[in-house]
């Protein structure tokens, strides 16, 4: 059974930065598209952030040039660099290959002074 494991989530200030950790447990994400998805209480879960096996990267509108999503397939990881953060961005957090595997728990991201 793969599993996904997001941590690095938290309570920050508007304007602050975390870094967010998605690690598989199995060497599921070296050859797939990774996501990171978001989803806020009461919304749908929504994509922001996608990065494919070459390296190249997507982003949503309302993430561009504040967040970074990237890869170390020796480590099974994927990482999600916030910065800027707003309170709009708080949500749960979780990531997920391309075709989807079973979810995770999520990590919670928090934006509030």
């Known amino acids: 059974q793969v599993q996904l494991v997001e941590s690095g989530g938290g309570l920050v200030q508007p304007g602050g930065s975390l870094r967010l950790s998605c690690v598989a447990s199995?060497?599921?994400?070296?050859?797939?598209?990774m996501d990171w998805y978001r989803q806020a209480p009461g919304k749908p879960r929504e994509l922001v952030a996608s990065?494919?096996?070459?390296?190249?990267?997507n982003y949503a509108d309302s993430v561009k040039d504040r967040f970074t999503i990237s890869r170390d397939n020796k480590k099974n990881t994927v990482y999600l660099q916030m910065n800027s953060l707003k309170p709009e961005d708080t949500a749960v957090y979780y990531c997920?290959?391309?075709?989807?595997?079973?979810w995770g728990q999520g990590t919670q991201v928090t934006v509030s002074s």
């Open positions: 997920n290959r391309f075709p989807i595997v079973p």
């Open positions: 199995k060497s599921i994400i070296t050859f797939y598209r």
């Open positions: 990065i494919n096996s070459g390296g190249s990267t």
